[in-house]
């Protein structure tokens, strides 16, 4: 056969004039077949290149079906991978020169620090992943730590969306809570000068309070437990619904009591082009009793916030208004009675972004006016973008906390922050 290969040429041999043996065990099934068939045929032409014609075939089809193989594998290695992606991200801001000046009745606090994170954003670090489930679902998961918080303190929820919208569950600030501050105008809900205190509560001498009240008022920001429902777009049109519900019973020696939080609220976001609306409303319920005896009496705090908002891009500049209310009652009584107008102005000149925010409103809470307030505040910053990533932030803030007409023994507070900062994302 070797032979009869290396004799290839265009005329036809006999078969019978090419030595050959056929081998008792084949490497191919076909090439033997062949042989065996031309041998019992006498007289019949061989051609030598037709046969190694044959060979070359042969290997080429095997080829083409590993290589078929081959490129199947990796588009369907190449789909799964894409199914899958995990992001890291985060936020790093530290202030070169940051200050503080708080008054609470008759005492002043003053602070001065070099290199202080958040005095303007938090520093965070994100880890997100999303994955495909086929059929327009898909799943993902968030996790956001913060600078001193612990590992996903800040946030730690898993999620699916598809069509018919999306679902979340686990910790995080509701959408009826966090649209707010995007119309309030401040560029910081960190920065005293910010109406974002009214969704955070606190007592008279939280950081960033915007009220008077003593009593240490519900967080409605962050919360465990929310489970929130986000409809598709129609035209821009988006609803968001949220639910918490938080209960313990234990005995009186692990717990003091019954606890029981609730968080509901509604939100509607309509966003078209330079236009964005917004207003929601959400109410917390808190329940505790002091011991587990039948004789104890039970407390109940009960908060509600409601918010309307715009904003609208001009091009030149920015503006943001918001109009928002904080009732809240203890066993019955009112506690806090806030209302507040906001407005802003946000105008890109060349690499620097200026913004202004105000808001003004009062603390009603009883008909005495004895204990009222008067509540106003204002933010100022200016930032430079260094790059796409990094800017260097001036800014000031205050809150101001006066005594209302026929209000003449409440504590006078005022609260104000400046800090010249560097903000970078990745």
Not at 113 to 125: D, G, K, M, Y
Not at 173 to 182: L, M
Request: net charge positive; glycine share 10%.
């Amino acid at each position: 056969m070797a032979r009869a290969l290396l004799q290839c040429s265009n005329e036809p041999r006999l078969i019978s004039s090419i030595p050959f043996e056929l081998p008792e065990a084949s490497g191919s099934i076909a090439s033997t077949f062949r042989y065996r068939r031309l041998a019992q045929v006498p007289n019949k032409a061989f051609n030598a290149c037709s046969s190694r014609a044959l060979f070359l075939t042969l290997e080429k089809f095997a080829m083409k079906k590993t290589l078929i193989a081959l490129a199947t594998l990796s588009a369907v290695t190449g789909t799964a991978f894409a199914q899958s992606t995990v992001t890291m991200s985060g936020v790093l801001e530290v202030a070169p020169f940051s200050s503080s000046k708080n008054t609470v009745g008759a005492e002043t606090t003053k602070s001065s620090r070099t290199a202080q994170h958040n005095t303007w954003s938090t520093s965070v670090l994100n880890i997100s992943a999303v994955e495909d489930l086929g059929g327009g679902l898909k799943a993902s998961a968030v996790m956001i730590s913060g600078v001193g918080d612990g590992f996903a303190a800040r946030e730690r929820t898993l999620g699916l969306s598809g069509g018919f919208g999306a679902l979340r569950f686990g910790r995080f600030v509701p959408a009826p809570i966090s649209g707010f501050h995007g119309f309030s105008g401040a560029g910081s809900a960190t920065l005293v000068g910010s109406s974002y205190g009214l969704i955070t509560g606190g007592t008279a001498a939280a950081p960033n309070a915007i009220h008077g009240q003593a009593l240490a008022e519900t967080n409605m920001e962050r919360q465990d437990n929310v489970l929130q429902y986000t409809s598709p777009s129609f035209s821009g049109l988006t609803v968001n619904l949220n639910i918490v519900n938080n209960t313990s019973d234990s005995d009186l020696a692990a717990k003091a009591g019954k606890a029981a939080t609730t968080q509901n609220g509604l939100h509607v976001g309509y966003s078209n082009g330079p236009l964005g609306l917004g207003l929601a409303t959400n109410q917390a319920t808190v329940k505790a009793e002091a011991a587990t005896t039948a004789a104890a009496a039970a407390t109940e705090l009960k908060s509600t916030v409601n918010w309307i908002g715009a904003s609208y891009n001009f091009g030149v500049a920015s503006v943001f208004a918001t109009n928002a209310t904080r009732k809240s009652k203890l066993g019955g009584a009112n506690a806090v009675d806030v209302n507040l107008m906001s407005f802003g102005v946000s105008a890109p000149v060349g690499p620097v972004t200026l913004r202004a925010s105000t808001y003004s409103g009062k603390d009603k809470r009883s008909a005495a006016a004895s204990d009222n307030f008067k509540l106003s505040g204002y933010q100022v910053s200016a930032n430079y973008a260094l790059s796409k990533r990094t800017s260097l932030i001036a800014a000031t803030g205050t809150n101001d906390i006066k005594r209302d007409s026929g209000n003449t023994t409440g504590a006078l507070r005022k609260a104000q922050g400046t800090t010249l900062t560097v903000n970078h994302t990745f």
